[in-house]
């Protein structure tokens, strides 16, 4: 079965600083690959998706993040947090047949930012 | 477009008693996901269908639980009884389909307190 590792519980970075979360998968193939952000008291947001094709995708809010299909990773990146960058992360992976649409979830990655 | 709808946004009850959360997806998605989230298990996906029928219920955690989906754009999840334990913020979300099965939207949540 896939599975997804967030080895970051809790991140703090200063604002305007640079920010890498990280997330590793497990699968046999290449599954598809979301990050998403959850703000207090919130859904999910879908911040970006890798499909196939470019392994390094832009998603909304200035994140990015780049496939490395070598490390099993899908490292989420913004050149410069804001303030309102601040809340949980959660990397997830989904299989790559047809029909089965369930996404796995990482444990999440809390970011704090600080002034 | 309104998002996905859940109701009540926050249910307090006791032990014992039956609670029914509801669910409105976003119109025109054929699959709709029901999630359980709590500190402890993090992100859990219960159930999920796809053109209102289920197609995988085998993390819904017991018999208690139960969740319907009569029409295109309404879903429930019922837990009876309810117990402690049952304790967490219920999620639903739903995608499109249709090849983007994988870009899933969630509601904000259903926060489920029982004493």
């Known amino acids: 079965a896939q599975s997804v590792t967030q080895p970051d519980i809790h991140i703090t970075v200063s604002e305007g600083a640079s920010l890498e979360l990280r997330c590793n998968y497990s699968?046999?193939?290449?599954?598809?690959l979301f990050w998403y952000v959850q703000s207090p008291g919130q859904g999910l947001q879908l911040l970006l998706k890798?499909?196939?094709?470019?392994?390094l995708v832009q998603g909304i809010k200035g994140f990015e993040a780049e496939f490395k299909r070598s490390q099993s990773s899908f490292n989420l990146r913004k050149p410069s947090v804001h303030w309102s960058d601040a809340a949980e992360y959660f990397c997830?992976?989904?299989?790559?047949?047809?029909?089965?649409?369930?996404?796995?979830f990482g444990t999440g990655t809390r970011l704090t930012i600080i002034p | 477009d309104a998002g996905v709808i859940q109701s009540p946004r926050h249910e307090v009850t006791e032990m014992g008693q039956e609670v029914t959360l509801r669910c409105k997806p976003i119109?025109?998605?054929?699959?709709l996901f029901w999630y359980r989230q709590t500190m402890m298990r993090g992100l859990e996906l219960l159930i999920y269908?796809?053109?209102?029928?289920?197609?995988?219920d085998s993390g819904m955690p017991e018999d208690r639980f139960s969740a319907k989906m009569p029409n295109a754009s309404f879903s429930t999840l019922k837990i009876q009884p309810s117990e402690p334990r049952d304790s967490a913020v219920y999620f639903c979300?739903?995608?499109?389909?249709?090849?983007?099965?994988?870009?899933?939207?969630f509601g904000p949540g259903t926060r489920l307190t029982v004493t």
């Open positions: 890798y499909f196939s094709g470019d392994t």
């Open positions: 269908f796809n053109n209102n029928v289920p197609i995988d």
């Open positions: 119109s025109g998605h054929n699959s």
């Open positions: 699968y046999g193939a290449t599954p598809y």
């Open positions: 979300a739903s995608s499109p389909g249709q090849g983007r099965s994988y870009e899933q939207y």
């Open positions: 997830a992976v989904g299989l790559s047949n047809f029909g089965n649409e369930k996404l796995t």
